[in-house]
């Protein structure tokens, strides 16, 4: 989008706006592999990082090297060998190590540092990027016969300093070394560190950066969240196993790198730890973060612990969310016009199903109690989640709703949707069955369609 076009920049704008408030404080795990920085792709993630920051989120920066590790070796003629995925760590290797994580923090503290005017950094020098001996480590040991010498895993994470940290504004960088208690540094994987960081913080989200667009679809049939795109949009965290112990199995499930199983198996073991939704999301695509964090649709795939669907009843607090989901229909004339203040008195009525945070949909009954009979009204699913059955859980809440409050019948007035009705158990009915108080709100020039169904 270019500047020129200012209405895009404002409807964007302000479509992010429940996303700012939704992730303000917040922690989230941003982790990648070495490959970023020596893209030089690094700069803009640094600056959207920043941005981040000064949205109130609380982020810590998991950052791999392994090309780095590799061109250090290579320096000084050296090669390394991998077991089990790991690579074994002699001390001349664990040296190579040092110097390549040492370098790529210096690198890292030297970025963040910038802040000259007229750039996306200006105005950030008060942010500070910390680190240090946060990460416990204890040797991965004899495997099979082998010793990885150097190499280790994550034993412990210090959250509480690293909380500290964040409580101050500051963004946490960690670098895959940990330390033992007997004084040596061990050399861990990225993703080990990150899936151990963001249990251990209770993050709210833990987002890898990847070599691919996300994640592929299951195996097995296709299904109408995977035709229309190439990769799983949202997994489950069962899901998101499955997959990957298929793709462990097989080579059938084509096109998943070393970079992106090791990712998915990070976030499997995350999502088992509590982390609620992890994200796998394409680091060649300049801004994907953005574009994850603060999109409908998103840009990569994502894994939730549980479903990413809330249906409940409204509170004030909704009505903002309510009336950016009804006004479009309101201005076309599919609902009755309603402003803030009917809305604000009325919002107890309703029931909103929220998505990812995001109201997706709502529905509101209005009983008429000496008849048995209520209405459900405002009625709306968000065009970009239609098709979900969100429609026909918000119509199964209101049916449980109504059932409570002894109605035995439910009635709509529809002019567009009548068929929707129909296929869910309505029946066109005419004004003389509606309750006469009702009867008398009738609007003829809507000429709206009563459609009635028991309950
Ligand atoms: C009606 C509405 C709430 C349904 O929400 P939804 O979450 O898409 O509903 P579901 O996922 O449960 O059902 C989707 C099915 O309904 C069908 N459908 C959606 N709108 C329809 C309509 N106006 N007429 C007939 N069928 C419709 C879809 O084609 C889909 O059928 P398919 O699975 O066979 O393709 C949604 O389309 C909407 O918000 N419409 C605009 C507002 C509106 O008209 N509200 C009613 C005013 S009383």
Known sequence: MRPSQPANFVSWFRAAAPWIHAFRG?????????????????????????????????VVIVCGSRPQIDAA???????????????????????????????????????FSFGLPNT?????????????????????????????????TVRD??????????????????????YSPTGEAFNLSMEDVAASVA??????????????DGLPPLPGPKTKRTRAHEISRELSAAEAELLYKSAAQSTDISGMSPDT?????????????????????????????????????????????????????????????????IEPLEADGTLVRRGREKL??????????????????????????????AEM?????????????YGEQLLARIETLARNARVKRLFVLTTRTAHWFIEHGFVEGSLDELPEARQKLYNFQRQSKIFLKKI
């Open 26 to 58: 917040k922690t989230f795990v941003v982790a990648f592999g070495g490959e970023l920085v020596a893209s030089g792709a690094v700069e803009s993630v640094v600056q959207d990082i920043n941005l981040l920051t000064s949205l109130g989120i609380r």
């Open 73 to 111: 070796l290579a320096a000084r003629g050296l090669t390394s060998t991998f077991s089990h995925g790991v690579r074994i760590t002699p001390s001349n290797v664990m040296d190579c190590v040092k110097e390549a994580v040492g370098r790529l923090r210096i690198e890292f503290e030297q970025r």
């Open 120 to 152: 996306p950094m200006a105005q950030s020098e008060g942010v500070r990027l910390m680190g240090g001996s946060l990460i416990t480590a204890r040797p991965v040991g004899v495997i099979d016969g082998i010793d990885f010498q150097f190499a280790g």
């Open 157 to 178: 994470v210090d959250a509480q300093t690293i909380h500290h940290v964040l409580d101050n504004g500051d963004i946490v960088c960690l670098t895959p070394i940990g």
């Open 199 to 212: 249990v251990a913080l209770d993050a709210e989200k833990l987002i890898f950066m990847i070599d691919a």
């Open 261 to 325: 199983m090791r990712a998915l198996d990070a976030t499997v073991r995350a999502s088992k730890g509590g982390v609620a939704r992890t994200h796998l999301i394409p680091r060649a695509v300049d801004g994907a973060l953005l574009m994850e964090l603060f999109s409908y649709s998103g840009t990569g795939s994502m894994i939730t612990e549980a479903g990413l669907e809330t249906l409940r009843e409204a509170t004030i607090d909704d009505v903002g969310g309510v009336l950016k989901l």
């Open 344 to 373: 604000e008195a009325e919002i107890s009525q309703f029931c909103v199903l929220e998505h990812d945070n995001v109201i997706a949909g709502c529905a509101a009954l209005y009983p008429f109690g000496k008849e048995g009979m």
């Open 377 to 389: 009204a405002c009625f709306v699913v968000d065009p970009t989640y239609q098709g979900r059955n």
